[in-house]
């Protein structure tokens, strides 16, 4: 059911990607008078069409991973006399900018909208009040101290543990100092802390910011009590229920619902033996962990649980919610945040400061797809968003057969006053199409890794 949803999921998102990024050339290229043979949603034999009244055939097709505007162009046949006015290489430089462009800006476009509805719709987040800090960890050299909330790091205000991952993983490389504000209570004036760090987070694969800054997030006690249990997974075929309370594993109590897991991860493969209460009933039950190796090469037992919801006291709960037109200044802001996070992300890449394994391809991002929506509109929402910024980023990227490219041969040609010559832009192609495919593969690789 869990490939079934994710493979659904990814449908979904990825549909409304691709058409928003190639209805923003569709839209321009009608108004700059281009004529649009095509407008393919996939790639492949098309599994639907229809043809409108301007001639412009609408397809979506069988591979659902990118899409494509076909429009009249004397380079790809031959044109008729009556029609070259409409053809996209008879137009000016400046229009073929803009048709080019439009397709990142409408995913940029998606991507505001999305978080302006989140913010008009309002969010309840946890406030990220620190549980534990490690000894010795850069958090503890700092003076962080467990009870207090993070409010802002490197300047830039925190009011979830999403934000501060955030605002850490967007210094990785950083050497010296990284600012973290803290208060110990909303009444109280922010305190600010010089953390020592030394080539943060280079390399690490994935990046693990609060476990190196040595901070533990404050959670609610969580009793031992299985919430969700997956279907065909070690725990359902064992017998056990929702709502089953571990009592012990192999004679040793359980205390809480971390203590278990730890069990759990620590012995892949090994057959546990379970103390149940269910109903006011204890009953023993055998459980084996199935194995999961991860990126690091290690073992890790699993069984296909999650823990049952545990309510939040109100003090460390904060809602996010802005009016109509507070809530667009927000989401711009957001939107450019993302943006360039996703930018300096790809360039730490390129020098050796983030490790290529964080590429992610069409089997990643269906699991993150899927479990997504299985947390809810909020969460959906968000990745959307995210994957939206993503595609728009790296589509204008100087990479001949990207819109990027496309664009540097323009304004080549707005300054020099002339096209690219023919010979340069399919040698340049030739180089783009190896290296795009070549990423795609790696990411591709990286996936089936992760598996």
Not at 22 to 39: D, N, P, S
Not at 133 to 140: E, L, Q
Request: hydrophobic letters at 45%; one cysteine or more; a negative charge.
């Amino acid at each position: 059911m869990g490939v079934i949803e994710n493979l659904l999921a990814v449908i979904v998102v990825l549909g409304l990607l691709i058409t928003f990024h190639e209805y923003g050339h569709f839209w321009v290229a009608r108004r700059c008078g281009v004529k649009v043979l095509r407008f393919s949603v996939g790639f492949g034999k098309p599994l639907w069409s229809r043809v409108d009244r301007h001639g412009t055939e609408f397809a979506v097709a069988a591979i659902p991973l990118g899409g494509y505007v076909k429009m009249l162009d004397e380079r790809e046949g031959p044109v008729a006399p009556e029609e070259q006015a409409q053809a996209f290489n008879r137009k000016s430089v400046w229009a073929r900018i803009a048709i080019v462009s439009a397709g990142p800006l409408a995913n940029f476009l998606l991507a505001f909208v999305a978080y302006w509805v989140l913010f008009v719709y309002g969010t309840t987040t946890v406030a990220p009040v620190i549980g534990d800090i490690a000894a010795d960890s850069p958090a503890a050299q700092g003076g962080l101290q467990s009870g207090q909330e993070i409010v802002a790091v490197e300047g830039e205000r925190t009011p979830s543990w999403g934000d501060v991952n955030l605002k850490l993983v967007a210094a990785i490389g950083a050497n010296g100092e990284l600012e973290v504000t803290t208060r110990d209570s909303e009444t109280a004036s922010p305190e600010r802390h010089r953390v020592p760090v030394s080539d943060w987070l280079v390399r690490q694969d994935p990046p693990r910011p609060l476990a190196t800054l040595g901070v533990t997030p404050w959670r609610p006690e969580m009793p031992a009590v299985l919430g969700e249990v997956l279907d065909d997974g070690r725990a359902q075929k064992a017998g056990l229920q929702s709502g089953d309370r571990i009592v012990s594993v192999d004679g040793v109590g359980i205390e809480d619902w971390m203590a278990f897991v730890e069990r759990v991860r620590d012995n892949p493969g090994k057959t546990l033996a379970l103390r149940v209460e269910r109903d006011g009933e204890r009953r023993d039950v055998e459980l084996t962990p199935a194995t999961r190796e991860q990126e690091d090469g290690t073992a890790m037992g699993y069984i296909g649980v999650g823990v049952q919801t545990t309510e939040w006291p109100e003090r460390y709960r904060r809602e996010i919610r802005y009016g109509p037109l507070d809530a667009i200044g927000e989401a711009v802001g957001k939107t450019g945040e993302m943006s360039l996070l996703t930018l300096d992300s790809i360039r730490k890449m390129l020098v050796g400061l983030i490790s290529p394994s964080n590429l992610s391809g069409p089997v990643t991002i269906a699991r993150i797809a899927g479990d997504s929506a299985r947390n809810g509109v909020e969460s959906f929402i968000s990745f959307l968003a995210y994957l939206s910024i993503s595609l728009g980023v790296l589509n204008l990227l100087p990479i001949p057969v990207l819109d990027g490219g496309h664009l540097v041969y323009y304004l080549i040609e707005a300054v020099r006053g002339r096209p690219v010559p023919e010979a340069v832009q399919a040698f340049g192609l030739r180089i783009g199409v190896a290296l795009v495919g070549s990423l795609m593969l790696m990411a591709l690789y990286f996936d089936l890794m992760r598996l």
